[in-house]
């Protein structure tokens, strides 16, 4: 299996660590308009900044999964 070591400062590098960031800031979501509008419009940029569809779905992925934790017994 080939290993890539991501070169420091390179645009994975930079999306990764961003997309982490975004990770930890949001992680726990909260019951209040507020939080949910800031982490549309973070994810937003995110996936505007890196314009990939790969970034794209980072970022659908992680509101699909912090809305599932928000409301555990609509995913089942």
């Given amino acids: 299996m080939a290993e890539v070591k991501f070169l420091k400062e390179s645009e994975e590098w930079l999306l990764f660590k961003e997309y982490y960031e975004l990770c930890q800031k949001y992680w726990k979501p909260e019951d209040h308009d507020e939080y949910w509008y800031s982490l549309i419009e973070a994810a937003n940029g995110f996936s505007k900044k890196y314009g990939t569809d ?5 970022a659908k992925g992680l509101i699909d999964e912090l809305t599932r934790k928000h409301n555990p017994k609509d995913s089942k």
């Fill in 54 to 58: 790969f970034a794209r779905m980072l």
